[in-house]
């Protein structure tokens, strides 16, 4: 059978298709040329009317523009093709005409693969509308929106570089870097403090030439965060306080934060640790735990008593 056959019988019965798979055989698509091309491209673009999301990629996939007349108006319509038609008009080099409404989707579409494929998309294309989408999608309540989101912030700023030593290497000791980890919490009051707070230094970033926020540090203390590092999953180990308190700024709050998110697992150890530690920014983060019905009993009463002592100190 010719390549064109074989992709026919494969469009004829989809079931054969493996579910995880976009597209039709794409390697099979590629060789197609001539006459049989057009005949292919025909009915891949009548598939795609007819809501074959896999023949709406594989137009994308395989650089027909050919098809794009017939993509956009699908793009450009309320179907249920339309964002997976976005996809294929971005693949095709044309995204900037359906720019906002892919930035609608990355925003407010209620299915999550499709603000997932929006908000790459988005990193993709750009400019203000794009990054004015992505700083709103930060807030998605789905983990990977949320940091598909980031990650299209950086490549869209440029801002990569900023945050590598000379040898390229990434100390992840940035404060941007750090409410990026707040952000990826499951702890619901430290995820919006991060969410928060990466909005508000993109905001600066994006006027910025050099913004602060992302400029490389070194590790001013590695032997210190390998004993976190250490202590971290061994609940009889004691965390380094008093390594830590010589520590400021950024590495800081890395460091109490590397402990904090032990509350992810109800580490008893937290709250006291937060308190030899003087670390009054976390309050928010130990009410919400400790107003939450799952959070055992003991561990709820040792947090309210180390909120009391860093509220009044």
Same mark, same amino acid.
């Given at each position: 059978?010719? =390549? ?13 298709? =493996? +579910? @995880? ?5 794409? /390697? ?17 673009? %009548? ?22 007349? !017939?993509?956009?108006?699908? /793009?450009?319509?309320? $179907?249920?093709?339309? !964002? $997976? ?19 609608? %989707?990355?925003? =407010? =579409?209620?299915? @999550?693969?499709?603000?997932? /494929?929006?908000?790459? %998309? ?14 709103? !999608? ?10 598909? !989101? ?9 801002? %990569? ?20 980890? +707040? ?25 910025? /030439? ?16 390998? @004993? ?6 061994? $609940? ?20 109490? $934060? ?32 400790? @107003? ?22």
């Amino acid at each position: 059978m010719t =390549s064109l056959e074989l992709l026919l019988k494969q469009m004829e019965t989809p079931s054969e298709v =493996s +579910w @995880k798979d976009e597209t039709y055989d794409l /390697a099979l698509a590629r060789e197609v040329t001539g006459n049989d091309r057009k005949v292919l491209l025909s009915r891949l673009i %009548d598939a795609a009317r007819a809501d074959d999301p896999r023949a709406v990629l594989t137009l994308g996939y395989i650089g027909a523009v050919e098809a794009l007349p !017939a993509l956009l108006v699908l /793009a450009k319509t309320e $179907t249920a093709m339309s !964002a $997976t038609a976005r996809r294929a008009v971005v693949l095709l080099g044309r995204g900037n005409e359906v720019l906002d409404l892919i930035a609608r %989707d990355a925003t =407010s =579409s209620v299915i @999550k693969m499709e603000r997932v /494929a929006a908000v790459m %998309d988005l990193a993709k294309l750009g400019g203000n509308r794009a990054i004015d989408a992505l700083i709103a !999608a930060l807030g998605d309540e789905a983990f990977e929106v949320r940091e598909l !989101a980031w990650q299209g912030l950086v490549a869209v700023l440029g801002l %990569d570089p900023l945050l590598r030593s000379p040898e390229g290497t990434r100390e992840l000791m940035t404060p941007a870097e750090l409410y990026s980890v +707040w952000m990826g919490s499951e702890l619901p009051e430290l995820m919006k403090m991060g969410v928060d707070a990466l909005r508000q230094v993109m905001r600066k970033a994006r006027k910025s /030439a050099s913004p602060v926020d992302f400029k490389w540090l070194p590790c001013p203390a590695p032997e210190t965060f390998q @004993k976190i590092r250490l202590a971290l999953f061994d $609940t009889d180990a004691a965390f380094p306080i008093d390594e830590i308190k010589p520590l400021s700024g950024s590495p800081r709050q890395w460091a109490e $934060t590397m402990i904090l998110l032990r509350l992810e697992a109800q580490d008893s150890r937290v709250p006291q640790a937060m308190v030899q530690l003087d670390a009054s920014w976390t309050v928010p983060v130990l009410e919400g735990v400790a @107003k939450n019905e799952s959070t055992p009993a003991e561990l709820r009463a040792a947090l309210a008593d180390s909120i009391r002592t860093l509220q009044a100190s």
